[in-house]
């Protein structure tokens, strides 16, 4: 299976632990996003990277969260000090923009990881 | 980022072509429509995306008037998998790293 995966799909924490989420995207795709959706909501967007580069972060991505893409492959999106209001889906999305030309910049999202924090 | 407004939710029955239509009137000249699709438990999918005019592919139809204020989702012959939430989303596509995704649409298609 060639598509975007993401570990764990489901974490159990306590309210204070630090959690980290894996995201491998499809192999020839310099682009990766991270969201978040609460249940009845659309997707939140997180952050982006193209490459190793984290280009844009939201306001939601307060400092307790941080994402890397250290060699611009896979990513870990870490949340710190979690609180009930984390529990959420975190999809990872990854798309290859090929510049100016490409006329589409079609997400292919993972199955996301379920965070639960008690 | 151009807002959009689509129905809470819409109801259908199998064998019936829906259409789903999103507002989005402050739609800027580099925008794009683009409309995905979300099963439970899973992340959204991409159906299609339009500039202008009509766009049709192997699953569904893009309507966009002239003054693309507006778009509309045609799914033709809906079957009971097409239950899902679809999602209209606009935005420059070379900047388009900020995807805005509203609530969505529900579709329940009932037998």
């Known amino acids: 299976d060639t598509g975007v995966s993401q570990d764990p799909r489901h974490k159990i924490t306590k309210r204070g632990q630090n959690v980290t989420f894996r995201c491998d995207p499809i192999?020839?795709?310099?682009?990766l996003y991270w969201y978040r959706q609460t249940l009845g909501q659309g997707p939140e967007f997180l952050t982006y990277?193209?490459?190793?580069?984290?280009?844009?972060k939201s306001r939601l991505l307060s400092d307790r969260f941080s994402a890397e893409r250290p060699k611009g492959s896979f990513s870990t999106l870490e949340i710190q000090r979690t609180e009930q209001g984390d529990s959420a889906m975190y999809l990872c999305?990854?798309?290859?923009?090929?510049?100016?030309?490409?006329?589409?910049?079609?997400?292919?999202f993972g199955p996301g990881t379920r965070l639960t924090v008690l | 980022l151009a807002k959009t407004t689509q129905p809470i939710s819409m109801d259908s029955y199998e064998g019936q072509e829906v259409n789903i239509t999103c507002s989005h009137n402050n739609i800027a000249t580099n925008d794009y429509i683009t409309w995905y699709q979300q099963f439970p438990s899973q992340g959204p999918r991409f159906i299609i995306q339009?500039?202008?005019t009509k766009v049709t592919n192997e699953v569904a139809s893009l309507f966009i008037p002239a003054d693309r204020k507006s778009s509309t989702l045609s799914l033709p012959r809906v079957s009971l998998s097409d239950t899902a939430v679809y999602y209209c989303?606009?935005?420059?596509?070379?900047?388009?790293?900020?995807?805005?995704f509203g609530a969505g649409t529900r579709l329940t298609v009932k037998p």
């Open positions: 339009g500039y202008k």
């Open positions: 192999s020839e795709h310099n682009r």
């Open positions: 990277f193209q490459n190793e580069a984290q280009l844009e």
């Open positions: 989303l606009v935005g420059d596509l070379y900047n388009n790293n900020d995807m805005r």
């Open positions: 999305a990854s798309s290859s923009q090929t510049g100016p030309t490409s006329q589409y910049n079609e997400q292919f």
